[in-house]
């Protein structure tokens, strides 16, 4: 692919970008490496100054880089907007919690008495330069969320982007210059996917975090395995989103349709399979089919769509095979499921009935709007299709019942369950998941502690 902005509403190539060759990779690298060695030892006031202010001016950008992310690939404005304004609230959370979330740590003196020592603390330090490899579908959001906990932890971040939006990851670079961070704090790589690989052996680069496919993460995690690098990693999903009897019926499809179709249906945590009680099947399905067919597709910078384009020729195309090879083999297409004509790379919310097994649908994340819907004779038939999923993200779960609550918190095999809401990152939450969704967690105390140095400091007597 390459490095270019692409806008997915038309297909029209906005501006292109060539690679950034090996020299001024080394180049950012020895920034990278002598920037660490000063940065690290800045106090955690100077660190929440600059965040702070980083802060102030994308709340002032918003518009500009709403604008900026929507045209790269395609999410409603009103949603790059949202995507911006919660980037603010991220960072702001980490300026003012970091220090206390990192405070040394004293063991109870009781623990370590027959320790020898006098004294002992753990304290929390920084690894050095990270990469960060960062996917399109939330271009400010997932590069924030590593960003800002690991700058306020003393590391350095290196950002290869999506080679899509190009154009968000250069502001991101330059809102951190702005902000005050000294020069090589935060450098974003132009470069493809190819060179990752080079960047990831050298030494100066200590660890990796990586939201993306599992081909991508399955890469990511072989090298840093080879090197010995510690990585996070948050691949896909396809959530399940459980209905049952007692739940609200009305809230639980209108937060379904939402669910499926944020960000045009390319969310890893967006609820991908609709898993709904016997019992409440058909009620739950009329209006939620009701609530897909009465979307709005169109431009995305009208405030008034619900639905744009997907953000590549190739996305949409994957999604029409799931679609196609769902309905060859007997699956019912409630809604949806047909390409519209005209420019651009828009496909339809689609809903899909009768999914088994064997369809690839069931084993696949469906990455747009099309969701499948199974029916359930009991919580336990629910959950085992639920966990029946090479992928686990999160979860959704629909019931007034407290024991069925207790049930789903204990058996879903997921990094969240969301009871009576949709799955949502929130700065102060740790975001992650199991299985083929990968490891380490995002976000919290949890989040910012992925790349530290924890460190036994013993002290005799």
């Not at 600059?50 to 880089?65: F, G, I, T, W």
């Amino acid at each position: 692919m390459p490095i270019a902005t692409v806008n997915p509403a038309n297909g029209e190539t906005v501006k292109t970008y060539e690679p950034m060759d090996e020299a001024e990779v080394e180049r950012r690298l020895q920034l990278a490496e002598a920037t660490f060695r000063t940065y690290r030892t800045t106090s955690f006031a100077e660190r929440a100054e600059h965040l702070n202010r980083a802060a102030d001016l994308l709340e002032s950008d918003n518009d500009e880089v709403a604008r900026i992310m929507t045209t790269e690939m395609g999410k409603p404005l009103a949603q790059a907007r949202a995507e911006a304004a919660k980037c603010v609230k991220g960072m702001r959370w980490y300026a003012e919690r970091a220090e206390r979330l990192l405070a040394d740590e004293v063991p109870d003196e009781a623990d370590v008495k027959d320790s020898g020592a006098s004294r002992v603390r753990v304290v929390y330090r920084p690894l050095g330069p990270v990469l960060a490899v960062m996917p399109w579908n939330f271009p400010l959001w997932q590069v924030i969320r590593f960003a800002a906990p690991a700058l306020m932890a003393g590391n350095v971040g290196l950002l290869k982007h999506a080679s899509n939006v190009p154009q968000t990851a250069l502001y991101l670079e330059s809102l951190f210059q702005r902000a005050g961070f000294p020069v090589g704090c935060f450098q974003t790589l132009l470069i493809g996917s190819a060179a990752v690989d080079e960047i990831l052996r050298d030494e100066r680069v200590k660890a990796a975090t990586l939201t993306g496919s599992e081909p991508a993460g399955r890469a990511v995690a072989s090298t840093s395995g080879e090197m010995i690098k510690k990585t996070v990693l948050e691949l896909g999903g396809s959530d399940p989103y459980l209905v049952m009897p007692s739940a609200d019926l009305d809230r639980a499809a209108e937060t379904a349709v939402t669910a499926r179709v944020q960000n045009n249906g390319q969310s890893c945590i967006a609820a991908k399979r609709f898993i709904v009680h016997t019992d409440v099947y058909d009620a739950f399905l009329e209006k939620f089919v009701a609530g897909m067919k009465d979307l709005t597709v169109g431009d995305p910078m009208d405030d008034h769509t619900d639905v744009g384009p997907l953000a590549t020729e190739q996305g949409r195309a994957d999604v029409e095979e799931l679609v196609d090879d769902a309905r060859r083999s007997g699956a019912d297409i409630l809604c949806g499921g047909e390409r519209p004509g005209g420019a651009g790379w828009y496909y339809p919310p689609t809903v899909i009935a009768g999914v088994d097994r064997e369809m690839r649908i069931h084993r696949e994340e469906a990455f747009g709007p099309v969701a499948t819907v199974y029916r359930a004779e009991d919580l336990e038939d629910a959950i085992l299709i639920a966990n029946d999923s090479p992928f686990g993200l999160s979860s959704n779960v629909w019931t007034r019942d407290e024991d069925e609550m207790a049930h789903c918190a204990r058996d879903l095999e997921a990094g969240g369950v969301f009871i009576n809401g949709m799955t949502a990152s929130h700065p102060a939450l740790p975001f992650g998941g199991v299985k083929r969704s990968g490891y380490g967690r995002e976000l919290s105390a949890q989040g910012i502690r992925e790349f530290c140095n924890i460190t036994t400091v013993w002290q005799g007597a």
